[in-house]
């Protein structure tokens, strides 16, 4: 279970890697990203950034998984300069599988609905 500082320090970055994102970020590849969820370790050494696109094609995914690499260098220095910790996080981007699951949840429940 992660330590309230853990959890009020990975909303932030959230927020502010939102931010960063849709303002300071100008590569095409990363403006239809939504960050979901930030998990840090207890030491605030590395964060986990998960992503969600809107566009399905696997194409797209691709594109925006490069966009985040090429970017995170930006978006780890004005992290730096908008955050008061010590030392700033390392970042690494993983796309978040729940909204597709979430859909294929709601495509079964549909299907069996029609069924009855």
């Known amino acids: 279970m992660p330590q309230y500082r853990d959890r009020r320090v990975a909303q932030e970055i959230q927020r502010e890697i939102n931010d960063i994102l ?19 370790t207890g030491d605030l050494q590395q964060a986990n950034v998960y992503y969600s696109i ?29 955050l008061s910790i010590y030392k700033t996080p390392e970042l690494f981007f993983e796309k978040d599988a729940s ?3 979430g ?14």
Do not use: M
């Open 103 to 116: 859909d294929h949840i709601d495509q079964l429940l549909r299907q069996l609905h029609e069924k009855e």
């Open 54 to 82: 809107l566009s399905d094609k696997a194409s797209d995914a691709q594109r925006a998984e490069e966009g985040l690499e090429k970017a995170k260098g930006i978006i780890r220095k004005e992290l730096g300069s908008r």
């Open 99 to 101: 909204v597709q699951y």
């Open 22 to 40: 849709k303002k300071r970020v100008k590569d095409p590849r990363v403006q239809n990203i939504n960050i979901t969820d930030v998990q840090v």
